[in-house]
């Protein structure tokens, strides 16, 4: 618990001042000035992965976000700690009544013994992410590319990702996510993972003192990817 803590605790030091914000919906950008935080505990076969995500609103339009995670392998080979520091942010071209969002992230490893089985790798990845966003439903697609370059092992991988997410208002706390995954992956020089991926992802929300929510991921395509549990909880100040 005390490994949970020390990284949790940094998305409740401004409580008394979060807002009432859905900041799940797949369209959720904060205004200028604005700051949202995300906390989330995921578990995939023996992996806990506690990470913590903030974006802040430079503009109306510029977004600035990352995350950092820190790693639990609950196996006797398996190093615990700091596995990466992603940042990165988005810039909204239109927000109409067609929203278009362009995006792009750098990520890096921390401790090198801990991602991807001990590893030191960089990636990035870009892309669009459009959609219409209503007071109870919002439906958004992503088309973009990610490249992971496992240093260390001499091995990289230049990917496609597809996505579609839909998202459903059923009263003032609760709402509901449900989105799909589709990861075309580059197995040119056998790196990484050697099949195409697809990811469905249920997910339901509810809003009291922040937003809480539960998400079950499970892998339609590939066998050796583990399905994951998330927990999340989200505020916006």
């Given at each position: 618990?005390?490994?949970?803590?020390?990284?949790?605790?940094?998305a409740?030091?401004?409580?008394?001042?979060?807002?009432?914000?859905?900041?799940?919906?797949?369209l959720?950008?904060?205004?200028?000035?604005?700051?949202?935080?995300?906390?989330?505990?995921?578990?995939?076969?023996?992996?806990?992965?506690?990470?913590?995500?903030?974006?802040?609103?430079?503009?109306?339009?510029?977004?600035?976000?990352?995350?950092?995670?820190?790693?639990?392998?609950?196996?006797?080979?398996?190093?615990?700690?700091?596995?990466?520091?992603?940042?990165?942010?988005?810039?909204?071209?239109?927000?109409?009544?067609?929203?278009?969002?362009?995006?792009a992230?750098?990520?890096?490893?921390?401790?090198?013994?801990?991602?991807?089985?001990?590893?030191?790798?960089?990636?990035?990845?870009?892309?669009?992410?459009?959609?219409?966003?209503?007071?109870?439903?919002?439906?958004?697609?992503?088309?973009?590319?990610?490249?992971?370059?496992?240093?260390d092992?001499?091995?990289?991988?230049?990917?496609?990702?597809?996505?579609?997410?839909?998202?459903?208002?059923?009263?003032?706390?609760?709402?509901?996510?449900?989105?799909?995954?589709?990861?075309?992956?580059?197995?040119f020089?056998?790196s990484?993972?050697?099949e195409?991926?697809?990811?469905?992802?249920?997910?339901?929300?509810?809003?009291?003192?922040?937003?809480?929510?539960?998400?079950?991921?499970?892998?339609?395509?590939?066998?050796?990817?583990?399905?994951?549990?998330?927990?999340?909880?989200?505020?916006?100040f």
């Amino acid at each position: 618990m005390k490994k949970v803590s020390i990284v949790s605790m940094l998305a409740v030091l401004a409580i008394s001042t979060a807002a009432s914000a859905n900041v799940e919906n797949p369209l959720y950008a904060p205004a200028k000035g604005k700051l949202y935080s995300k906390t989330s505990l995921a578990k995939a076969d023996s992996t806990l992965t506690l990470q913590q995500k903030f974006g802040y609103g430079i503009t109306n339009r510029l977004v600035i976000d990352g995350f950092v995670n820190y790693i639990d392998q609950d196996k006797d080979d398996g190093d615990d700690g700091f596995g990466s520091f992603n940042i990165g942010g988005a810039y909204r071209l239109s927000s109409g009544s067609l929203i278009t969002d362009v995006y792009a992230h750098y990520e890096t490893a921390i401790d090198e013994d801990v991602p991807f089985g001990g590893n030191d790798y960089t990636a990035w990845d870009a892309g669009l992410k459009f959609g219409k966003r209503t007071a109870k439903y919002t439906i958004a697609a992503q088309a973009g590319v990610e490249n992971i370059d496992l240093k260390d092992l001499d091995m990289d991988t230049n990917n496609i990702i597809l996505g579609l997410e839909g998202a459903y208002t059923f009263d003032d706390r609760v709402s509901g996510n449900l989105g799909l995954k589709y990861t075309i992956t580059d197995d040119f020089n056998r790196s990484m993972v050697e099949e195409d991926t697809m990811a469905l992802t249920a997910q339901v929300n509810y809003l009291k003192g922040g937003l809480w929510s539960l998400a079950y991921t499970h892998e339609l395509k590939a066998d050796d990817v583990d399905n994951v549990w998330t927990v999340k909880y989200g505020l916006a100040f």
